[in-house]
């Protein structure tokens, strides 16, 4: 679940296809928006100032994160569902559909390789039998499969009517993230410091699951494209590395030398 705040889109770019599955979209109108000026870094989409591209590390993971993400949220450089991917090579990003499911999402449904939890809150009993705790993330991996977290990447009413219209998600056990960390999130100000950006749910529930290196990897990564898009929004640099900074650097120098 993401506090991302709507930003810019290229004209160009409203009435093609969808950047994630290729599918034709709807025109959308421009839309502007507070730094729609702001000369963005073509890989890593932040500010120039203060890129991101050096401190990209990539990890490996048991878990795979799966983020079904809601179509507006593809056109947010505040979103943090694509650090993810730059982290975990295996991430998969599908666009959310009202009306029907993504056909490779709905194939990999269906494959057993694969043990899919749609994270999600137990605060409504209507689904209270198909919610599950983490051990069964760790009784899956004992079975040889590969388990899945398919994060719902939208705000927070969005990630609820997902959740709500999304029938190929009615079999999936319910995972619901139990954790004490309050959000780091400083790109926009949550409803409560319990709701956290959906960089953070993979963090923990890749912690909790037993990838912890991959967690504190993708967790010093949010961290940079925290403090980067902060203080980029003042047209201030940093100078010198944060910490986060410093030891992204520095498995990139232990992985090139191993």
């Not at 930003?7 to 979209?25: I, K, N, V």
């Not at 056109?75 to 499911?101: C, E, H, M, S």
């Not at 959906?198 to 967790?219: H, K, P, W």
């Amino acid at each position: 679940m993401s506090d991302a705040t709507s930003q810019p889109l290229e004209s160009s770019s409203l009435t093609d296809y969808d950047p994630a599955t290729g599918h034709p979209r709807p025109p959308r109108r421009e839309f502007k928006a507070r730094g729609s000026f702001v000369t963005r870094c073509e890989g890593c989409n932040l500010p120039e100032l203060n890129c991101l591209c050096p401190y990209q590390v990539k990890a490996d993971s048991t878990a795979q994160v799966w983020l079904l993400t809601h179509s507006i949220e593809h056109y947010k450089p505040t979103n943090t569902g694509r650090l993810i991917g730059d982290v975990l090579t295996q991430t998969r990003v599908f666009t959310w559909y009202r009306t029907a499911p993504d056909e490779e999402l709905a194939a990999l449904l269906e494959d057993p390789r694969y043990a899919p939890f749609v994270i999600f809150p137990d605060d409504q009993p209507d689904y209270a039998d198909r919610v599950v705790d983490i051990n069964a993330v760790h009784a899956v991996k004992q079975q040889a499969r590969i388990p899945v977290f398919v994060i719902l990447d939208g705000t927070w009413r969005q990630a609820r009517r997902m959740f709500r219209k999304s029938p190929y998600l009615d079999t999936l056990p319910v995972l619901p993230l139990r954790t004490e960390r309050e959000t780091r999130y400083r790109l926009r100000k949550p409803a409560s410091k319990a709701h956290l950006c959906t960089a953070e749910v993979a963090i923990e529930l890749l912690r909790q699951s037993g990838d912890e290196n991959a967690a504190n990897v993708l967790d010093d990564y949010f961290d940079v494209f925290n403090d980067s898009y902060a203080e980029s929004r003042y047209y201030r640099k940093i100078a010198e590395p944060t910490a986060a900074m410093q030891r992204l650097l520095d498995r990139q120098t232990e992985a090139n030398v191993n």
